[in-house]
């Protein structure tokens, strides 16, 4: 199975929901900052193996992992690789790119 990341439509809204709470407001979002998220959002499924994420990239967005899981990789493809998290869904990952406005640190491979 591969993960589905950019929640979008009715079906995910408890699963976007949760993961909104812990990235931006423990206290929780009322039901049209909820609607505002989705219409900002977009839905993507990537197959095991694929790359999400390219370290070194201009990062823009902050994935939401609705299923599946994905492998956090530094030096990617290199003798050096070395695998730092794995991420399960409901998660999130992508953020320090954003948050640090620098470029992303690491590699994000869907696993399955």
Avoid: W
């Avoid at 206290?27 to 977009?42: C, I, N, S």
């Avoid at 990537?46 to 609705?66: A, D, N, Q, S």
């Avoid at 290199?78 to 690491?106: C, K, W």
């Amino acid at each position: 199975m591969y993960p589905v990341l950019h929640a979008r439509g009715l079906q995910h809204r408890d699963a976007v929901e949760h993961v909104h709470q812990l990235v931006f407001d423990p206290v929780g979002f009322f039901l049209e900052q909820l609607d505002a998220v989705h219409e900002a959002t977009r839905e993507a499924e990537y197959l095991p193996g694929e790359i999400i994420i390219r370290e070194g990239e201009t990062g823009e967005k902050l994935y939401l992992l609705l299923e599946g899981r994905v492998g956090i990789v530094k030096n990617h493809g290199t003798p050096h690789e070395l695998q730092l998290a794995t991420v399960l869904a409901v998660d999130y990952f992508g953020e320090m790119a954003i948050l640090d406005n620098e470029p992303r640190s690491a590699t994000v491979v869907a696993l399955d």
